[in-house]
Structure formats: C-alpha cells, structure tokens
C-alpha cells in the first residue's frame, strides 16, 4: 500500500472529477507557457527581421545608384542622419523585452584582414580590427550565408546570435551583419509584469477549472453510476442493467458490463444447477447406505430429485417383464408425494407399442390437445396438457425403467434440465445396482440365517415353526405402535433368530418331559448371550443383537441373562419377549399341554408389568382381541 495514501482522508482522497479538473488546470498552464515561449520565438524573430530590413535599407540608401562598395564612403566622415536614424531603431527596439544590437565587419581581399565598423559619439563611421575570437565565425557566415546561435527557446533568459553574409556587387570586400537579440526569460517576464500576469494566471485557472469540471461532470457522472452498478452486481445482484444511453466508449463499456454481467449470470445459473445436481447425487449416495428396501431407496431418490424440481411432478416406474408393462413405485407433485392408484400398474396395452420402445431412449412429449393426450398419461400420471421428459434407467444395457418429469409448460424442457435429470437417472441406475447387490447379498444371509432357524426348530417336535410365528406376533405389534420400515425390518431379523442360540443346548434338555434340573435350566438360560455372540460376529448385523440378547428379560428385573428392569431393557427385546412367551404357553411341550386363548390373555393380563412393559402389553392384546385370540 502507498504509505502516502493511507494518511489522506477519505473525504479527500482524488476523485476522477477532481483530477480531470486538475487535468485542465495543469493544461492550462502548460499552455499558457508555452503561449510565452512562442510569443518569445515570434517576437524576437520580427526584431531580427526589422533590424536586418533597417540595415539593408541604410545600406541601400548608402550605396544609392552607383551600386558599388558604400564603406570607403562613409568611412571617417561625419554622418548625422544616417547616425540619428541608427540610435532610432535602437531606441524602438529597447522598449521591447527583446533587445537587439548588430555589428557590421568587412573583409578587405586585398590584406585578408577583418575590420569591424562602428559609429563613434561625433556621429563618425569607424572602423578598427575584429576581434580574434569572431574570425572562424565570421569565414563560417560567408560560407553558409547565415549562421545562428540557437534555434530553440526554453523560456530562461538568453541571447541568440544571428550572422547575415552580404557581398555587395562590384566590391572587393565581403561584408557580415552580427546581430544579437537578447531575449527575456519567464521569470524576468513574471516579475516585470507582475499584475498582468496575476491576472491573466486567475482568469487561465478559472477558466481551465470551470472547463475541466464540466468535461470531468460529462466524464464522471456516467462512470459513477456505472460504478454504482458494477458494486451492486458484485454484491451479487446480478439482475442490473447498465442503463448508460451514450454512443461513444462509456457507451461501449455499459454494452461490455451488460453482456460480461450477462454471461455472470448464466455462469452463476449453470454453477448453481450443477451444484445443486451433485449435492442430488451425493444425497442419493447417502440414500443407497442408510435404505433397507429398492422401494425404500427409490422413495428417497424421486424425493431427492423433485427437490429440484419443485414446480413439476415425477415418478419413477420400474420394467416389470413379467407381468408386461410398468410398476409406477413413486410419484411426487409440486416437491410433495403425492397420490397413486390402488393398482399403480400400467400394462404394455395401454401405453401402446411405440411408446413401451420408445421409453428405452431419452426423449420429449409435448402435449397440446387433451383429446391427443395417452390414456395412460391421463389415468396415471393425472395430466392432459404438457411436457413430459423420459429419462431411461440403463445398467449394462438392460432397461430397468424410467425417471418421468412432468410440468405444465408445453414450452418442453431446457437442455439444462435434460442434462440435470439424466446425471440424475445415471446416479438412480448405480444406486439401484448397488442396492440389488446389497439386497441379493442380504437374502443370501438371511436364507442361510433362516435354514438354521428351521434347523433349531426341527431338533425339537414341539418347537417347529416357534421362530416364524414369534417374528409375525412381534411385527404385528410393532406396526400397531408405529415402526418404520427399517426399524421394523431390524425387529423381524432379530425375531426370527431370537433363539438361534439353542444352537448349543442339547436335544434331550430341549424334549425333556419333566421339569429341568437346575444345572440343565443354567445351560438353557445361556441361549441369548450364545446367539447375541453368533450374530455380532457378522458385520452390519449388530442392530439385531439387543433383539436377541433381552428377549428373556423381565419388566420386574427377574429375567436373564443380565436381570434388566423396566425401561433399562430394549425395546426390541420387550416387544420380542411378549410374542415369544405368548407362543410358547399356548403351543404344546413335552412336559404340559398348551393353554387356550382365552386362558392365555388372562395370563398374559396377569403379567402386565411384571414380566412385560404394561404399555406394551395392552397394545398386545389388544391385537389379540383383533386377531380373534389367535396368534
């Protein structure tokens, strides 16, 4: 930073009205400068002129008719005329700032010497040698005829030197006329002329100020509202106009900001989009880790994009090839979800063959005329006027379906929009794939997890299907409560392997008659802990092990393994709890009979708050009463 500027206040810091007036002002002196030294030059040149003109004249009238060497004439003799008229021309000039005096100096062929001629005070013509120095100069103005000093003027004080040679005819001498103007400087000048100057310098200023502030107001005035402009657009108001009516380069400026503020705001328009498409893409990356279901994930996706799109509607159909046509999942309005049919499927009938092939490649539908309009685009996607966008979901060139953006407009949709939607779709297909994978991975598990279950159910007559009829109980009242998808899928896992680890409890404590020792009662009660450590071993199965672990575990703190109490105990494991003991007294055992429904809600009844969350417990009766006291 100047170290000079940061100690001039703001308020009167240069603005560009005040240089430009400054401008002016300096221009005017300048000019009035050089206003002097031309008016120097001129004057002195005239004076020149009038002194030689005068000589040439003398020396004429000298020479009269005759033509011949006037020197020898006028030499030593008196001459009261032609002196009075010398002294005259002296006078003239002196009053001038320019003073000029001359010398006259002839060369005689015949002894090669320079005399000067020179008028005495009797008015006597004179003549006596010149001065040695003044000899090359004097050869020098025969030989060029005319010789100066200077041809320049700078405006100090000085004296140029001028050498006229003359040769009269019909003379044996050469004649040169030294003549030297002696010309005032600025300074001299100024003090010499003090008021005249004063007030030729007050009248240049004003002058040069009033015109330079009208040129800076002319200037400035549009450049400061330019620049008032240009800060609003920096601001981010990108909307303004440079509204500058003017043809000349101020003019062109205001045409450049508009079209440079132009092209800012497309920038700023696709930067945006852009942005706003690859936070859509990384919310639908977010999407493919925290969905438990295709359906789940495909929910969120069309969320996601009609976040962008909030003016129009979309959906996303799926290919259903073997049923023939399309399976409509999702379907949002104005950034809302909106309103499906019962039966959200459409068949290949009713689009037609055209449009099932034509749905595999990206393309526009502009309709115009309700009575032209699909029948399927009028039942399903509840539109008769419009644009309609397909955007083809392909994965290693299979079609798995289409993102279908709908709006109002028949004006179709930009290149920018197709651009936004189809990244958009691209992303879908990956998540989609990715969720496929997921899903097949899953269902290999839990295939697996279910064979084993089965297997543990079958080491024991008594115990065959225990597992499958708990997970319903538990699902069935964890709806009635409210769970969501995921949190109701963790609770089916957890359910149906509750007791996978009897895993370790051996076949006759399992069909045992009687009633358990208590050596043989301790191993049974280590089943949770056992299938709690079976299932955290297996990555991203660890939400299901509370499900497992407190499912014998009482409201009161008499149950095990750990003797939780009350709301201490998860809720997987009370809800769990409730459906397992509930199955289990009214299934038979080899040591009793199972009890009837009716005796079992009395049981059940009796047990609220004891062995189970009271809350849920009446919840869960309810759903009995619902279900007719079957289970």
């Not at 030593?76 to 005329?81: C, I």
């Not at 259903?320 to 309005?333: A, C, K, P, S, V």
């Amino acid at each position: 930073m100047n170290p000079v500027r940061k100690f001039i206040p703001r308020q009167v810091r240069f603005t560009l009205s005040l240089r430009l007036t400054l401008y002016f002002i300096v221009f005017g002196i300048v000019v009035g400068y050089f206003t002097f030294l031309m008016v120097t030059v001129i004057t002195t040149h005239e004076y020149l002129h009038l002194a030689v003109d005068t000589l040439m004249t003398l020396t004429r009238d000298i020479a009269g008719s005759e033509k011949e060497d006037f020197v020898p004439r006028i030499l030593n003799k008196r001459h009261d005329d032609l002196a009075e008229t010398v002294r005259l021309v002296n006078r003239l000039i002196a009053k001038s700032r320019t003073s000029v005096s001359f010398r006259y100096y002839i060369h005689d062929a015949k002894d090669g010497a320079w005399r000067r001629i020179y008028l005495d005070g009797a008015n006597y013509f004179r003549a006596r040698p010149a001065e040695p120095e003044k000899v090359p100069q004097l050869r020098e103005a025969l030989r060029k005829r005319l010789v100066k000093s200077s041809d320049f003027y700078y405006g100090r004080s000085d004296t140029v030197t001028m050498m006229i040679g003359l040769s009269p005819e019909r003379s044996g001498r050469h004649h040169v006329l030294e003549i030297d103007a002696n010309r005032e400087g600025v300074y001299g000048f100024i003090r010499r002329n003090r008021n005249i100057v004063s007030l030729f310098g007050v009248v240049l200023v004003v002058f040069s100020a009033l015109l330079g502030k009208l040129f800076a107001v002319r200037i400035s005035r549009p450049i400061h509202r330019l620049s008032d402009e240009a800060s609003k657009a920096a601001s981010g108001d990108l909307e303004i106009q440079f509204t500058v009516r003017r043809s000349d380069e101020i003019g062109v400026l205001a045409d450049s900001l508009n079209q440079m503020t132009g092209r800012i705001r497309n920038d700023v328009g696709e930067i945006e989009r852009r942005m706003k498409a690859m936070e859509a893409m990384n919310r639908i990356d977010k999407a493919v880790l925290s969905s438990i279901s295709r359906t789940d994930l495909l929910d969120r996706v069309v969320g996601i994009v009609s976040s962008l799109f909030p003016t129009g509607s979309i959906a996303m159909v799926l290919r259903n090839q073997e049923r023939g046509g399309f399976d409509i999942l999702n379907f949002y309005r104005g950034g809302g979800r909106g309103m499906l049919e019962r039966e959200p499927f459409v068949p290949d009938l009713m689009i037609g063959g055209d449009f099932v092939q034509g749905a595999r490649t990206l393309s526009q539908m502009i309709l115009r005329h309700p009575e032209r309009s699909p029948q399927f685009v009028k039942k399903f996607l509840d539109m008769e006027t419009g644009s309609l966008l397909n955007v083809p979901i392909v994965i290693s060139d299979v079609y798995l379906g289409s993102l279908l953006m709908i709006k109002a407009e028949t004006t179709g949709f930009t290149d920018e929009e197709v651009t936004t939607v189809t990244m958009l779709a691209d992303q879908t297909g990956v998540a989609l794939q990715s969720v496929k994978a997921f899903e097949e991975k899953e269902n290999i598990l839990l295939g697996i997890m279910l064979a084993l279950t089965k297997s543990i159910d079958a080491k024991s007559k008594w115990t065959a299907g225990h597992s499958e009829r708990v997970a319903r109980l538990a699902e069935g009242l964890a709806m009635r409560i409210g769970f969501g998808e995921k949190e109701l899928r963790t609770l089916t896992f957890s359910a149906i392997l509750h007791d996978i680890g009897k895993i370790a409890v051996p076949e006759f404590i399992l069909d045992k008659p009687s009633l358990l020792t208590r050596e043989e009662y301790e191993v049974i009660m280590q089943h949770p802990s056992v299938g709690a450590e079976i299932i955290y071993d297996i990555p991203s199965y660890g939400n299901i092990v509370p499900g497992i672990l407190y499912h014998h575990e009482r409201w009161d703190g008499g149950g095990y393994p750990l003797g939780l109490r009350g709301d201490e105990i998860p809720l997987n494991g009370r809800l769990i709890s409730l459906a397992d003991v509930y199955d289990a007294i009214t299934a038979d055992r080899p040591y009793r009979k199972g009890m009837d429904p009716a005796d079992a809600v009395e049981f059940m009844s009796e047990n609220g708050g004891k062995m189970f969350d009271p809350v849920l417990g009446a919840s869960f009766l309810e759903m009995l009463r619902d279900l007719g006291g079957r289970g």
